[in-house]
Structures are given as structure tokens and as C-alpha cells.
Nanobody
Framework: VQLVESGGGLVQAGGSLRLSCAAS????????IGWFRQAPGKEREVVTA????????YYPDSVKGRFTISRDNAKNTVYLQMNSLKPEDTAVYYC????????????????WGQGTQVTVSS
């Protein structure tokens, strides 16, 4: 099983980045997928999640209206479009696969990627 994130980097505040998460080794369209982030000295937090079909998504208030998650099951890939980035969005971003088709706050992902760094300069 592999989840490989890409697309991170350095961007100025107000800019955009698009992260990708390529999955392999499991039946991708059986799993909800989430993006998480962890900043230095802070706990890992969920950024967004998407159901197996893409019909259901979740965004916390901190990113609502700025971030968009999508998936292409034919390519086994999930995307995170991040717009209007802020310095407080700086973190390592991880994608993760849940053991179920829908995201719920009480569930913990089964598979994790290695993360990609996003740095937003002011």
C-alpha cells in the first residue's frame, strides 16, 4: 500500500498550490480520503475529506471557501486545490485513506502518506 503526496512547495501569501495524492496497493474507490496537516509544535489536524465517490466532502471553517478536494478514481488520485494561502497554512500535508467509504470525525485513517511540505511566506 502506498500513498504518495506531491505538489508542495514555497508560495507567497495569497497564492495557490495544488497537491496530489497517488494511491496504489488497495481498492481506491472503497475508501474515503482525507488530507491532514501538521505544523511544528502543533497536533495533526484534518484539513478536508472526500467520500469514495466524491459526492460528499468535509471542510473545517479554517479552510472552507479556500481549499477544494477532488478525486479521480480512474487515476487513483486525490487532489487538494489550495487558494488564498495564509502563513498559518504552513505545515506538512498528508493524505490518508479511511477504512470506509465516508469520512466521520471519530474514524482514524488506515493508511498514510509520507507528507509534503507547504510553506507560505508573508
Amino acid at each position: 500500500v502506498q500513498l504518495v503526496e506531491s505538489g508542495g512547495g514555497l508560495v507567497q501569501a495569497g497564492g495557490s498550490l495544488r497537491l496530489s495524492c497517488a494511491a496504489s496497493g488497495f481498492r481506491f474507490d472503497d475508501y474515503a480520503i482525507g488530507w491532514f496537516r501538521q505544523a511544528p509544535g502543533k497536533e495533526r489536524e484534518v484539513v478536508t475529506a472526500i467520500s469514495w465517490s466524491g459526492s460528499s466532502t468535509y471542510y473545517p471553517d479554517s479552510v472552507k471557501g479556500r481549499f477544494t478536494i477532488s478525486r479521480d478514481n480512474a487515476k487513483n488520485t486525490v487532489y487538494l486545490q489550495m487558494n488564498s494561502l495564509k502563513p498559518e497554512d504552513t505545515a506538512v500535508y498528508y493524505c490518508a485513506a479511511y477504512s470506509g467509504k465516508y469520512y466521520t470525525a471519530r474514524d482514524y485513517p488506515r493508511y498514510w502518506g509520507q507528507g509534503t511540505q507547504v510553506t507560505v511566506s508573508s
